[in-house]
């Protein structure tokens, strides 16, 4: 029997910043060829410079994660900042932010699919060491 379930990690970034959006779906190749989604997690770019979770927080980045396995995650990020940070900090280590903001949510992903549960214990540096392992592979984000 074959099962409907739905898999992979998908870009739905329409509304987000285009530069940010080309270097995600970049990444995203990236994080498919080199990690299993076997639930469809799809990551949703926003045009704002923060978002609001679920729980009333501001922050740039989130995971959702449902009770039921039988529901899909998904991962926000806000992308309304870019412009901001490309003038302080340059192109390349603005884009390295939200690779680092999405790294972080998909841990939390991978996180969810073995316990059912997140948390922050190590996330960010294993969020880093992610950017630093890609980094090693493309020229710039």
């Known amino acids: 029997m074959q099962s409907d379930r739905r898999t992979g990690l998908r870009i739905c970034g329409s509304r987000g910043h ?7 779906i970049r990444y995203a190749r990236w994080l498919r060829a080199n990690f299993s989604f076997p639930v469809r997690v799809p990551v949703y770019l926003l045009p704002g410079p923060t978002l609001v979770t679920v729980h009333g927080e501001r922050c740039s980045a ?4 449902p009770d039921s396995a039988l529901d899909e995650p998904y991962i926000r990020v806000a992308t309304g900042d870019y412009s901001e940070l490309r003038r302080r900090r340059g192109r390349d280590s603005a884009l390295a932010a939200f690779i680092v903001s999405l790294s972080h949510e998909v841990l939390h992903y991978q996180q969810w699919l073995r316990a059912g549960k997140t948390s922050e214990r190590g996330v960010s540096a294993a969020a880093t060491a992610m950017l630093r392992r890609y980094e090693r592979e493309v020229d710039h984000p």
């Open 62 to 65: 989130s995971f959702f994660a």
């Open 18 to 24: 285009p530069v940010v959006r080309r270097a995600l």
